[in-house]
Nanobody
């Protein structure tokens, strides 16, 4: 199994930055693509970005491209989401997720992910 524990959420002003961390435990973490999703009240969970198992490939939703950066440190079993130039519309619960071992390099749908963090609230004030 893979266990994911998130941290770094909170309240930030528009234009500010936050860095979310997702600490993972599990012997297959380094072999899995990792993703970030978010869910605002009354909305479906949406894809934010993904990073390949090696960390060499990333993919982002258009809404966050150029502002958010995903990285991972397999030695520390941690994946990060650096969020810059935050907007009020970025307000949501953010989830990190570990993909199935056999998935594609950059999975973009929730069904392609096997394990999920508990979620962390990000609130961006206007």
């Amino acid at each position: 199994q893979v266990q994911l524990v998130e941290s770094g959420g909170g309240l930030v002003q528009a234009g500010g930055s936050l860095r979310l961390s997702c600490a993972a435990s599990g012997r297959t973490f380094s072999s899995r693509p990792m993703g970030w999703f978010r869910q605002a009240p009354g909305k479906e969970r949406e894809f934010v970005g993904a990073i390949s198992w090696s960390g060499r490939n990333t993919y982002y939703a258009d809404s966050v491209k150029g502002r958010f950066t995903i990285s991972r440190d397999n030695a520390k079993n941690t994946v990060y989401l650096q969020m810059n130039s935050l907007k009020p519309e970025d307000t949501a619960v953010y989830y990190c997720a570990a993909a199935f071992l056999t998935t594609v390099v950059l999975p973009t749908t929730p069904s392609e992910y096997d394990y999920w963090g508990q979620g962390t609230q990000v609130t961006v004030s206007s």
